[in-house]
Structure formats: structure tokens, C-alpha cells
């Protein structure tokens, strides 16, 4: 697994390989079942997860967090191109009533030998401080859906 972390003001660009097949990986990303496992920092606990994988589908997960409290991270699919592409809204909503501004999130999947590159493209933060707390995040999630699809 190869791991490449992009930074820029307003971006974060992660890539990744999987020892999986592109439609192992792209089934991962799109199936409820299999994010509800994998989709969540290491640190946190995945709770629910529903999706309508579709562009204007809706999806949305809940997760606790280390202090105990429940986060809510929900959005719309604007692309879905089977099996390489996802491109979708992202919107964190926490347990104290804040919630983010909404950023948009592009997923591309690439055959390799031997497994798919993963590009991850998080865009249009407002603040520093979000845009590193989202990237810790996704490596994170990287880290745990590296075991799962590997392994699942």
C-alpha cells in the first residue's frame, strides 16, 4: 500500500493502493453494508450508514467519537460512473449543534497491476483547521478500509 498525501489551501489529495480489484473497491464505496464497517476513523465507531448511490442520491453515516458523542456526516452524489468515479457533497454535523459548510469530495479509481489506485480529492475547506482535521480523518478511514477490503 502506497500512500501520497497532496496538500494545498483549500484541498486535501490523498492516493492510495489497494491489493483489491477496482469493483472489490469501488463496492466498498458504494454499498451500505461494507461502509458501515469500514467508513469511520480508526479511533471512532462506526454506527449506521444508508446510501442511494445515484446522482441527487442521498447518503449519510453516524459515528461516535472518542469523547462519546455521535456525529452525523451526510451529502448528495452528484457523479457515480461504475467503477471508477464518485463525486458527492459532504456535510459533519456534531453533537453540540455546529455544523460545517458544505465541501465536495471526488473518489477516482484506477486499475494497477495487481490492485487500484485510490484518489481522493477533498475540496473547498474554508478554515486550516477543518481541512487538517479532514485529512487526519480520511487517512484514518484509509487505514481501516485497507484491512477491510484486503481482508473482507
Known amino acids: 500500500m502506497d500512500t501520497a498525501v497532496q ?6 489529495v490523498i492516493v492510495r493502493e489497494f491489493k ?3 469493483e472489490r473497491v469501488f463496492a466498498a464505496w458504494t454499498d451500505p453494508d461494507q461502509a458501515s464497517i469500514w467508513w469511520a476513523p480508526q479511533d471512532c465507531v462506526p454506527l449506521s450508514c444508508t446510501m442511494d448511490v445515484r446522482p441527487g442520491g442521498l ?3 453516524e459515528m461516535r467519537i472518542p469523547d462519546g458523542s455521535v456525529i452525523t456526516k451526510h451529502g448528495v452524489y452528484r457523479e457515480v460512473v461504475r467503477p471508477e468515479r464518485l463525486v458527492f457533497t459532504y456535510i459533519t454535523e456534531y453533537a453540540d449543534g455546529r455544523v460545517d459548510p458544505e465541501t465536495l469530495v471526488t473518489v477516482t479509481l484506477a486499475d494497477r497491476a495487481g490492485g487500484t489506485r485510490l484518489t481522493l480529492r477533498h ?10 482535521g479532514h485529512e487526519g480523518g ?3 478511514c484509509l487505514e481501516r478500509f485497507a484491512t477491510f477490503v484486503t481482508t473482507a
Request: hydrophobic letters at 30%.
Open 138 to 140: 480520511w487517512t484514518s
Open 123 to 132: 475540496q473547498a475547506f474554508r478554515t486550516e483547521d477543518s481541512r487538517a
Open 59 to 61: 447518503w449519510r453515516r
Open 7 to 12: 496538500r494545498a489551501e483549500r484541498e486535501i
Open 20 to 22: 483489491a480489484s477496482r
